[in-house]
């Protein structure tokens, strides 16, 4: 459940939060910096784009992908099990080819290109 609502927050809130947790001084950061002596890498550019939307649209994988797994026969693993298959090649033989491939990808894939396009617009077109 709680991976839903991070899906209904606002993006300014998911923005805000983000930065102030990993941010310079943000309390991960601080965190890693401080206790582990690890520096972390920084929020701002293209990096921490990709950390971020990693971190927005997982919620929305995470729900297509456990969604199709419940729906899965489960004889298909114990009849792959009983023939000699391996817990590896069960996975890519059975499981992700077995996984809905063009249907609930498209909302995620939309979603950070549309995030995308409107950070890049409103760099350019400052007021």
Do not use: C
């Amino acid at each position: 459940m709680l991976i839903i609502i991070s899906v209904l927050s606002p993006p300014f809130i998911g923005a805000y939060s983000r930065i102030l947790l990993l941010g310079r001084s943000g309390v991960v950061s601080t965190f890693f910096k401080e206790n582990l002596n690890i520096q972390t890498p920084s929020i701002y550019g293209f990096a921490g784009i990709l950390i971020v939307f990693t971190f927005k649209l997982f919620p929305f994988i995470y729900l297509y992908v456990s969604g199709a797994l419940k729906k899965m026969n489960s004889s298909l693993i114990e009849a792959a099990e009983s023939l000699g298959t391996t817990g590896i090649r069960k996975v890519y033989t059975l499981i992700l080819e077995s996984l809905p491939s063009d249907e609930g990808y498209f909302a995620p894939a939309n979603q950070s290109l549309s995030d995308l396009r409107s950070r890049l617009s409103s760099r350019i077109f400052r007021l």
